[in-house]
């Protein structure tokens, strides 16, 4: 019920700050000069709108924090002066006061609801209540004093809310940016709207409608949670460019008044102007520099010295991995490294194996183009981590280029290793054919001819089996050797053709003359057998075409086929001919037909 009451009681508040808007808004048009929604009301228009809104909406969803009322009591007053203004009421002139006060307590009490020092934001309060009625009275000097004190109190509330950004973690620190960013200005607004008031109106209006339109659109960004992790930038640029616009201002109109005073009664000339602007060109870069490092090192201590140490290890790579530095930058042990290699499409890790890219990771872009992509911990921030990873690029583009490199031995090993082993699956296969085949039949001729021998009788019917026996074993062992040797001595193009003589297919065949070395024939051989059979097993086609070119010093062996497509180069079969193109020094591709089926291109060196 006390949340009802609470959205209830915000309702009524925007509801109220409405109608004294449109109170104002009928005053003024019945009045005789009418300037309804003239361009100096437009920044309090904004302020009284981003106001009641920010404040509406921490009500109904955070009734408990007084934040939202703090935002609405604004927006109300806000529109009070607007109708006050419009009635031309002399209470115009000091309604502006409890601006200050209502701001100072936002800034005090953003966003845990409780201020950072105690004493400061009474003290505020109280100090403007003093103001507020010594200016209704008309009480010099104490209203001056305690205008000031209240001015004071502003910034003071400001400096809290950059303390508390500096001291923040996490989503906290993140929803702080905006209002960082909004406060880092609020000194030299509030300085401008004391300085310019009442002899420079325009001046007076651009400051103070500086602060009361900044916070509530920062509050409301905030509120909103936009992440965008550039803000730090954003704040650390904006206070760099503030102190050093300050410094060289001071240093310009030194060099100027010192130069003028040298010059003498040539002094209207342009001597101090441009002596003070050189002053200033030459002392830009090493104060920006200088200004920058320590406001960083202030705003963001854990970003700077992550940021340090990759620049360090950037100009003085060393014997470290860029990996091993990024964990010491950002204290992540656990934080990982891929590469991404183009040729491939993959993600692989700095010793070339594949990389895992279940677990989200931060991806670094160089020219449009993937470099390498972070994987941290939870407890690691994203924005440091992104940043130090920008710094590394340098060193993460060189070691993308060694991942690429090892991911090319571990292909080269793991060939070996299918190659060695088809090697020896062959190899057993042999040592089978040989025992089930030539040699059970040697055998048992050799007992036969044994028992003709002892017997006598059966000698020439034994004779006559062994010739029979020893035909039988001569032509295994002849197919045996073609296995070995499937080209044989008439070349390519006669295996070939009487390869496709046997298959159930129409097949197509146009291969050149030339001869070459045995081990470039047998790998183009095994190409087009593998190529083949797969076709005539899996790829429901109705014709096949084989072609063996030479182009340049290489030879291309082509196998097309017009079925479904769809072929796996990394199959078993077509896996393992790959593996023999790559040991005799060429290439093997897997690729649609157009038109559909599948196209085999193997490149192999032209050796003769």
């Known amino acids: ?192 709207a004391f300085y310019a008031s009442p002899d420079h109106p325009v001046l007076l209006s651009i400051a103070t409608s500086g602060f009361i339109v900044l916070i509530p659109i920062a509050a409301g960004l905030a509120i909103a949670q936009y992440h965008l992790y550039d803000v730090e930038r954003i704040l650390s640029r904006a206070v760099t460019y503030l102190l050093v616009s300050g410094v060289l201002g001071f240093t310009f109109a030194a060099v100027a008044f010192t130069a003028g005073r040298i010059a003498g009664s040539r002094s209207a000339s342009s001597i101090p102007a441009i002596a003070g602007t050189l002053a200033a060109v030459v002392l830009a870069g090493p104060l920006y520099r200088a200004f920058q490092e320590a406001v960083d090192r202030r705003f963001n201590r854990r970003r700077f010295d992550a940021l340090a140490i990759v620049r360090a290890y950037v100009r003085e790579p060393g014997a470290r991995s860029v990996e091993a530095v990024l964990r010491q930058a950002l204290h992540d042990p656990d934080l990982s490294l891929a590469y991404w290699i183009p040729d491939r499409a993959q993600w692989v890790t700095a010793t070339g194996l594949g990389a895992s890219t279940d677990v989200p990771g931060i991806v670094l872009r160089r020219l449009d183009r993937d470099v390498a992509r972070i994987t941290v911990s939870a407890n690691t921030d994203p924005d440091i981590a992104r940043a130090a990873g920008v710094e590394a690029l340098p060193e993460l583009e060189n070691a993308g280029l060694r991942a690429a490199i090892s991911l090319q031995l571990v292909e080269v090993r793991e060939s070996r290793t299918r190659i060695a082993n088809a090697q020896l699956t062959e190899r057993r296969r042999i040592e089978r054919d040989l025992h089930d085949g030539a040699q059970q039949r040697l055998l048992a001729l050799a007992l036969n001819l044994r028992a003709a021998q002892l017997n006598g009788t059966a000698l020439p019917a034994a004779v006559d089996c062994a010739i029979a026996e020893l035909q039988g074993a001569v032509a295994e062992l002849r197919a045996l050797a073609n296995g070995l040797n499937p080209v044989g001595d008439a070349g390519l193009g006669p295996a070939v053709d009487e390869l496709t003589g046997r298959l159930p297919l129409p097949a197509a065949t146009n291969i050149t003359d030339r001869r070459f070395g045995p081990a470039v024939e047998a790998t183009a051989w095994f190409i087009i057998c593998e190529a083949l059979t797969n076709a005539v097993k899996h790829a429901d086609a109705s014709r096949l075409a084989v072609s063996v070119a030479v182009s340049g010093d290489r030879v291309v062996v082509q196998i097309e086929d017009d079925g479904r497509g769809g072929a796996d180069a990394n199959g078993t079969g077509l896996r393992g001919i790959a593996d023999r193109a790559e040991a005799a020094g060429g290439s093997l591709t897997v690729s649609e037909r157009p038109g559909g089926g599948t196209r085999v291109t193997g490149v192999l060196p032209c050796e003769s």
Not at 4 to 11: D, I, M, N, Y
Not at 30 to 53: E, K, Q, W
Not at 182 to 190: D, E, I, N, Y
Request: aromatic share 8%; hydrophobic share 60%; proline share 6%.
């Open 1 to 192: 019920m006390g949340v009802l009451r609470s959205r209830v009681l915000a309702a009524t508040s925007c509801a109220l700050v409405a109608a004294v808007v449109a109170a104002a808004v009928l005053v003024d048009q019945r009045l005789p000069a009418s300037r309804l929604f003239g361009l100096d009301d437009l920044p309090f228009l904004v302020a009284l709108g981003s106001a009641t809104a920010v404040g509406a909406v921490l009500a109904f969803h955070r009734p408990a924090h007084p934040v939202g009322w703090l935002f609405l009591a604004l927006g109300g007053s806000l529109a009070l002066t607007g109708l006050l203004e419009a009635y031309a009421h002399p209470l115009t002139e000091v309604t502006f006061i409890t601006w200050f006060v209502l701001l100072a307590a936002i800034l005090h009490l953003t966003p845990t609801g409780q201020p950072l020092w105690r004493w400061v934001l009474p003290a505020t309060v109280g100090v403007g209540a003093v103001w507020f009625v010594t200016a209704l009275v008309d009480l010099q000097p104490l209203r001056t004093v305690a205008g000031v004190l209240t001015g004071v109190g502003l910034v003071a509330a400001g400096f809290s809310l950059l303390v508390r950004f500096r001291q923040a973690d996490g989503v906290v620190r993140r929803q702080l940016l905006w209002l960082a960013v909004a406060v880092v200005p609020l000194p030299a607004f509030v300085a401008i």
